[in-house]
């Protein structure tokens, strides 16, 4: 079992910037590959970014490249989002997810394990 605990939302002016932190609570950090989503109220969970296990490739999704940067810290146990120029439509519960044997790492089923969310709010 792997308890993920989300960080770091709030509300921000459109342009601004917020980091999220996912800490996980598990020894295998490292050999999960690790996701952020997002869900806006009225709509479907959709995939954000994921990053690989082991060397962390990164793979983001089109509305959200150039902007957001994923990362992790498997020292740390910790996975990171940091969002730049951020728009009002990037307003949602963000999760993290953890998977461990996910191919695209791009669908909600690959996950296993999910965080409780944190609310971002960036205002226009």
């Known amino acids: 079992q792997v308890q993920l605990v989300e960080s770091g939302g709030g509300l921000v002016q459109a342009g601004g910037s917020l980091r999220l932190s996912c800490a996980a609570s598990?020894?295998?950090?490292?050999?999960?590959?690790m996701g952020w989503f997002r869900q806006a109220p009225g709509k479907e969970r959709e995939f954000v970014a994921a990053?690989?296990?082991?060397?962390?490739?990164?793979n983001y999704a089109d509305s959200v490249k150039g902007r957001f940067t994923i990362s992790r810290d498997n020292a740390k146990n910790t996975l990171y989002l940091q969002m730049n120029s951020l728009k009002y439509e990037d307003t949602a519960v963000y999760y993290c997810a953890a998977s461990w044997q996910g191919r695209t790492l791009t669908t909600v089923g690959e996950y296993d394990y999910w965080g409780q969310g944190t609310q971002v709010t960036v205002s226009s």
């Open positions: 990053i690989s296990w082991g060397i962390g490739i990164p």
């Open positions: 598990t020894r295998t950090f490292s050999n999960y590959a």
